[in-house]
T-cell receptor, first 114, second 115 residues
Framework: NAGVTQTPKFRVLKTGQSMTLLCAQDMNHEYMYWYRQDPGMGLRLIHYSVGEGTTAKGEVPDGYNVSRLKKQNFLLGLESAAPSQTSVYFC?????????????FGPGTRLTVL | KQEVTQIPAALSVPEGENLVLNCSFTDSAIYNLQWFRQDPGKGLTSLLLIQSSQREQTSGRLNASLDKSSGRSTLYIAASQPGDSATYLCAVPRYSGAGSYQLTFGKGTKLSVIP
């Protein structure tokens, strides 16, 4: 049982390049989330999904797109990377959407945009 | 808008000392509060989730308390060890639509336990 895994662990992009971050969970969780963590800003929600085939915007969605084609996977895409997207990205999942459901986090992807 | 504050931002203590980390929130209408640990370059590990109906939650040397009326939670670590060195984050959920709750995080307290 690997929990929540993220690919890749590190990536360096040039401004304007695109990339996709992959999140996978093997806990059969319905809900999945993408956060970014920046110094002095804490963790902020980018997008989330309440089930296969659904996505919704979080607090800071601009410049990102997401897809949830399979229940176990949640993809985060950057179509045209900008230096402001340099950050550490965390994926999380939870069994349900109730406020009582604990969120489990992946190890993170460190992205640098030059 | 819910705001979560953790003071101090950093704390250094000698090994063996008992310590308290603080978390405050502006909207007392919370469902629960979650404490996480984050090691350098790593993800978040959930330590304790304390429901709004509870006043305390314990796991090993960790004890979390919650006082909704005053908007505060504390994480008590007994007999600290160098392995406890990490950043500790607290978070509260708020409704974000579509039947989902997003976590609002504090910025964390970086704890260093000196051998």
């Amino acid at each position: 049982n690997a929990g929540v895994t993220q690919t890749p662990k590190f990536r360096v992009l040039k401004t304007g390049q695109s990339m996709t971050l992959l999140c996978a969970q093997d806990m059969n969780h319905e809900y999945m989330y993408w956060y970014r963590q920046d110094p002095g800003m804490g963790l902020r929600l980018i997008h989330y999904s309440v089930g296969e085939g659904t996505t919704a915007k979080g607090e800071v969605p601009d410049g990102y797109n997401v897809s949830r084609l399979k229940k176990q996977n949640f993809l985060l895409g950057l179509e045209s990377a900008a230096p402001s997207q340099t950050s550490v990205y965390f994926c999380a999942s939870s069994l349900g959407g109730s406020s009582y459901n604990e969120q489990f986090f992946g190890p993170g992807t460190r992205l640098t945009v030059l | 808008k819910q705001e979560v504050t953790q003071i101090p931002a950093a704390l250094s203590v000698p090994e063996g000392e008992n310590l308290v980390l603080n978390c405050s929130f502006t909207d007392s209408a919370i469902y629960n509060l979650q404490w996480f640990r984050q090691d350098p370059g790593k993800g978040l590990t959930s330590l304790l989730l304390i429901q709004s109906s509870q006043r305390e939650q314990t796991s090993g040397r960790l004890n979390a308390s919650l006082d909704k009326s005053s908007g505060r939670s504390t994480l008590y670590i007994a007999a600290s060890q160098p392995g406890d060195s990490a950043t500790y984050l607290c978070a509260v959920p708020r409704y974000s639509g579509a039947g989902s709750y997003q976590l609002t995080f504090g910025k964390g307290t970086k704890l260093s336990v000196i051998p």
